[in-house]
DNA sequence: CAGTGGTCTAGACCACATC
DNA sequence: ATGTGGTCTAGACCACTGG
């Protein structure tokens, strides 16, 4: 297979770009097994080390998930346990790993801000749903989220629904409306609390908290949600690795 | 080669080590050439395809950088150009990539308290250098930082030197100390300004400030520095990716 | 046991950088 | 032209899982 320098393409991109559109169309359901690295070669017509190295590369951005002796599956947020930290990066001070209980406080259907709607690559004034939450370690306030929803991609949304969600948000958005998140960029400040945020946290009014200005992506880096958290950070804090 | 299944160690992470154990040991500066994988291959008695694993590992932890037609480089801080933004999650506001003015405020030694001894793994009252510092942007202060490190590994240490290095503090620490930084944690919290750190970032006391602390690690997981960090986000926030 | 992914090898060829 | 890393192949064998 020969290829001009200028359009020089590796075959394993190829494949992998191939293997992504399956996952996209639903050709396998999150959580299934793809086909053995034998069939994918057969059906792409490339050698076993060739797949390897396509599904090698998708399983290192977490789209896939490989096992040894068992296969490689579609990767999901409903079965992630530790890896559910992946999008969670508040963490207690003390070290325990713990997840936060979510607390529903509002659902409304609204227009998308002119800065919304250009974070999230839709129109100004587009249908968009504004979820409001609560987390709570041991039934002390944490984090209040805002999160904006295209209402196109979630059609059915509804408080009830949410409520009634066991697991996971983005458990819920996958399991719910087929919209899988594989990615996000965070921005973070510092602001003091207002009235509002301040009642919610039960924190006194101008407490400083942590503003976490979150965009998540699901497929072709399409955004699909975006979220703004104010974090208490008495007893947790943000956490990061540089690497 | 055979080995029982409770001893199994793929030989390429074996060749890992061995890279591994060259580079700390200095056998390649950092900026220089390693071998070939063809010499590497022979060096170690292995397939070129074994060491090629190796590399590719070690230069996915930033520890090498790969270019293809010219070699296998040793990472430095000293010409990583975009690069460098990896240890440095500050952004301004307005998407201008743009590299803050760093003056020096102080450098005084010190004896570890009981909290920068564990996270430095020294003792308590061992000798240690505490740095201060502060970034500005456009001649405006943003943020203020606390550098405590190991004296041990920090000997000949001065004012003069560190005001003198016209690069990065990582930089700064890989040419005059032989000191690599490899990766780090960081925890951030959210919290109002002191009188000092007020008047050192030019803000109202009280003001919300990002506190961001880091301890940074070389080779083998030894943590070498800790850092605290009080950031203003009124023009900058910080920024990462979830992947 | 069969089937999966993981490792290792050997060899051919390609893209890129430099001389 | 030469040497570097990057791709692709084919085949052998290993480690892990589950029936």
Redesign the interface.
């Given at each position: 297979m020969k290829t001009l320098s200028a359009t020089f393409r590796p075959l394993y991109r190829q494949v992998r770009s191939m293997i992504e559109r399956a996952l996209e169309d639903g050709e396998w359901a999150p959580g299934e097994a793809i086909p053995s690295e034998i069939e994918l070669a057969s059906r792409f017509d490339v050698s076993q080390g060739t797949v390897r190295k396509a599904v090698q590369s998708l399983a290192a951005?977490?789209l896939l998930v490989r096992r040894q002796g068992k296969g490689t599956f579609v990767a999901t947020h409903t079965e992630e346990k530790a890896s559910n930290f992946?999008?969670l990066?508040i963490?207690r001070n003390d070290g325990r790993a713990e997840y936060p209980k979510s607390r529903l406080v509002g659902l409304r259907r609204a227009r998308a801000s002119a800065e919304a709607a250009r974070l999230l690559a839709v129109r100004t004034g587009d249908p968009v749903f504004v979820l409001r939450r609560v987390l709570e370690y041991g039934g002390v306030p944490a984090v209040l989220d805002e999160i904006t929803l295209p209402a196109a991609l979630f059609r059915g949304m509804t408080r009830e629904r949410c409520a009634a969600y066991p697991g996971s948000m983005y458990g819920f958005f996958e399991t719910e409306f087929g919209v899988r998140m594989l990615?996000?960029?965070?921005?973070?400040?510092?602001?003091?609390a207002d009235a509002e945020s301040a009642r919610l946290l039960q924190v006194p009014v101008?407490t400083?908290?942590?503003a976490v200005e979150?965009v998540a992506y699901t497929y072709g880096e399409r955004p699909v949600e975006l979220r703004r958290g104010l974090?208490t950070?008495r007893r947790e804090?943000?956490?990061?690795?540089?690497?």
């Amino acid at each position: 297979m020969k290829t001009l320098s200028a359009t020089f393409r590796p075959l394993y991109r190829q494949v992998r770009s191939m293997i992504e559109r399956a996952l996209e169309d639903g050709e396998w359901a999150p959580g299934e097994a793809i086909p053995s690295e034998i069939e994918l070669a057969s059906r792409f017509d490339v050698s076993q080390g060739t797949v390897r190295k396509a599904v090698q590369s998708l399983a290192a951005e977490n789209l896939l998930v490989r096992r040894q002796g068992k296969g490689t599956f579609v990767a999901t947020h409903t079965e992630e346990k530790a890896s559910n930290f992946r999008f969670l990066r508040i963490r207690r001070n003390d070290g325990r790993a713990e997840y936060p209980k979510s607390r529903l406080v509002g659902l409304r259907r609204a227009r998308a801000s002119a800065e919304a709607a250009r974070l999230l690559a839709v129109r100004t004034g587009d249908p968009v749903f504004v979820l409001r939450r609560v987390l709570e370690y041991g039934g002390v306030p944490a984090v209040l989220d805002e999160i904006t929803l295209p209402a196109a991609l979630f059609r059915g949304m509804t408080r009830e629904r949410c409520a009634a969600y066991p697991g996971s948000m983005y458990g819920f958005f996958e399991t719910e409306f087929g919209v899988r998140m594989l990615r996000a960029d965070e921005r973070l400040h510092a602001i003091a609390a207002d009235a509002e945020s301040a009642r919610l946290l039960q924190v006194p009014v101008g407490t400083p908290l942590l503003a976490v200005e979150r965009v998540a992506y699901t497929y072709g880096e399409r955004p699909v949600e975006l979220r703004r958290g104010l974090c208490t950070t008495r007893r947790e804090h943000y956490w990061n690795a540089l690497t």
